[in-house]
């Protein structure tokens, strides 16, 4: 069983930066990681991912402005937000997999809100 506690949300200005931890309960090295997002009313999509090599995946919508990064020592999952619009607006969740789409665990989910 591997729980997952997300950190680093809040609320910030279009344009700005936000960065997202995701701390583990225990070992993730076996696990590929991920970061979802739940806009209200929309469903939840991948946002980024990253192998158990590192290699990382992003949705269009966040290209060149998002970045996933693992340490696998601190057993913890990064998202580094840049150039935030008010569209990515969401509910973070951390997100544990074999491989995506099939997830096996999911963190409680923190909340990011870009308003001026």
């Known amino acids: 069983q591997v729980q997952l506690v997300e950190s680093g949300g809040g609320l910030v200005q279009p344009g700005g930066s936000l960065s997202l931890s995701c701390v583990a309960s225990?070992?993730?090295?076996?696990?590929?990681m991920g970061w979802y997002r739940q806009a209200p009313g929309k469903q939840r999509e991948l946002v980024a991912s990253i192998s158990v090599g590192g290699s990382t995946k992003y949705a269009d919508s966040v290209k060149g402005r998002f970045a996933i990064s693992r340490d696998n020592a601190k057993i913890t999952v990064y998202l580094r937000m840049n150039s935030l619009k008010p569209e990515d607006t969401a509910v973070y969740y951390c997100?544990?997999?074999?491989?995506?789409?099939?997830?096996?665990?999911w963190g409680r989910g923190i909340q990011v809100t870009v308003s001026s």
């Open positions: 225990t070992s993730i090295f076996t696990y590929a």
């Open positions: 997100a544990a997999a074999r491989r995506f789409p099939n997830v096996d665990y």
